[in-house]
Every structure is written in structure tokens, then in C-alpha cells.
């Protein structure tokens, strides 16, 4: 089977910063687009950011622009996130996903239906 696995998660003060990795185990199949995915106590899952490996193109969320940088290799379907100048507000179980290069369905790097595959997601908590 298609497994993602995140790490990096943890606890940081305001203002410090993280660096998220995603990666595949088990089965290695190759992805159209990777992104990333969070979960607060209480609230919806929210889009992060996303990378389509075509054109290397990134997206990121409006909360999170100038602070989150998407990267990664698509040859080893690896995604990172590295988040700066961190907030409370950031507080969060990050999820990774994974697009499948053989979906038919439209592909919008915000909508969670556009992934295939996801990870069990790592914590982040933001706290001083």
C-alpha cells in the first residue's frame, strides 16, 4: 500500500522555526502534486500549501504566504515545509498528501478531494 509519513513536528516559541518532511514508505508510486494539509482542535482541515511537480508551481494559503515555503523532489516523492516567524494561530496537526498521476478528477491544489493519499500527520504546537 501507498504510505505517506511526516515528521518534524514538535513544539517551537513564536517567531521560531520548523521544517516538516513527507515522505513515501511501502509501495512507491509516482505523484503529480504533493501538499500540505491542517487540522486544529475544533476546526476544519485548511489548505496549506501544494506543489505541482509540472512547472514546479506552488501554492500556499493566504494565512501563510511570506512564512511557508513548499518544496521538494518529485523523483522521490518528497515534500517538505519549512514554516517561519511562526504564530500560535499555526498551531495544528500537519497532514501530507499525495495526487496520483493517473487521477482523472480536476486538480486544485486547495481542495482535498484532489489528493489520493495522506499521512497520519505530525503536530506542530506553537506556544512559548
Known amino acids: 500500500q501507498v504510505q505517506l509519513v511526516e515528521s518534524g513536528g514538535g513544539l517551537v516559541q513564536p517567531g521560531g522555526s520548523l521544517t516538516l518532511s513527507c515522505a513515501t514508505s511501502?509501495?512507491?508510486?509516482?505523484?503529480?502534486?504533493m501538499g500540505w494539509f491542517r487540522q486544529a482542535p475544533g476546526k476544519e482541515r485548511e489548505f496549506v500549501a501544494g506543489i505541482r511537480w509540472i512547472g514546479g508551481i506552488t501554492f500556499y494559503a493566504d494565512t501563510v504566504k511570506g512564512r511557508f515555503t513548499i518544496s521538494g523532489d518529485n523523483a522521490k516523492n518528497t515534500v517538505y515545509l519549512q514554516m517561519n516567524s511562526l504564530k500560535p494561530e499555526d498551531t495544528a496537526a500537519y497532514y501530507c498528501?499525495?495526487?496520483?498521476?493517473?487521477?482523472?478528477?480536476?486538480?486544485?491544489?486547495?481542495?482535498?478531494?484532489?489528493?489520493?493519499?495522506w499521512g497520519q500527520g505530525t503536530q506542530v504546537t506553537v506556544s512559548s
Open positions: 498528501a499525495a495526487r496520483s498521476t493517473s487521477s482523472s478528477r480536476p486538480y486544485y491544489a486547495s481542495y482535498y478531494g484532489s489528493y489520493d493519499y
Open positions: 511501502g509501495r512507491t508510486v509516482s505523484s503529480y502534486a
